[in-house]
């Protein structure tokens, strides 16, 4: 290729540019759709269930303990349950079950659901996910904010996620 067949080349016609669209919200729910689906939250009865008997019942062979998710897929789990029992603003677990993000990841962590190694990763990228937004506080005093509302928390969770998710995680 000569040097003039190279200037032609690269000065294509604009009008043949891919025009840059917005995604739409069908746009990104397709995308979404071929994401893994997360794993599946936890039972409510697993918090009566204490680690040690839960362990000697797997090991009798009465009880198989769910295999530790790494960072993305944890607050995937994370979000799933907010959903699943309600989430909360306190750093409580409510009267009737709500539960804050801490509390969420306390119960994943605790259930065998995740590594308190992996769950400290998945603050990092929580962590991260708020100072993109500018928020400098730690997440669980941003989730007790009196203004917070959950939709808040969704984005928070999901927008982590794909962090980790981009990282190999």
């Known amino acids: 290729m000569n040097l003039t067949d190279w200037h032609t080349e690269r000065l294509a016609d604009p009008a043949a540019a891919p025009l840059r669209v917005p995604p739409t919200r069908r746009l990104i729910d397709e995308a979404l759709r071929d ?33 530790p998710q790494k960072p993305s897929a944890h607050l995937e789990q994370t979000l799933a349950v907010l959903r699943r029992y309600g989430w909360c603003r306190t750093q409580n ?12 990841q306390q119960l994943l962590e605790k259930t065998g659901h995740v590594t308190p190694t992996a769950r400290e990763r998945a603050v990092a990228y929580m962590q991260a996910a708020l100072a993109e937004a500018g928020v400098h506080m730690s997440f669980f ?8 509302e959950f939709s808040a928390v969704e984005t928070l969770t999901q927008r982590a996620a794909h962090l980790a998710r981009q990282n190999g995680e």
């Not at 697993?46 to 839960?54: C, N, S």
């Not at 005093?141 to 917070?148: A, F, V």
């Open 141 to 148: 005093t941003w989730n007790d904010l009196p203004d917070q």
């Open 35 to 67: 994401l893994p689906a997360p794993t599946d939250p936890p039972p409510w009865t697993h918090r009566l269930l204490p680690a040690a008997l839960r362990n000697l019942m797997a090991d009798l062979g009465l009880w198989n303990n769910p295999v």
């Open 93 to 104: 677990t409510t009267v009737i079950g709500r539960l804050c993000i801490r509390d969420a």
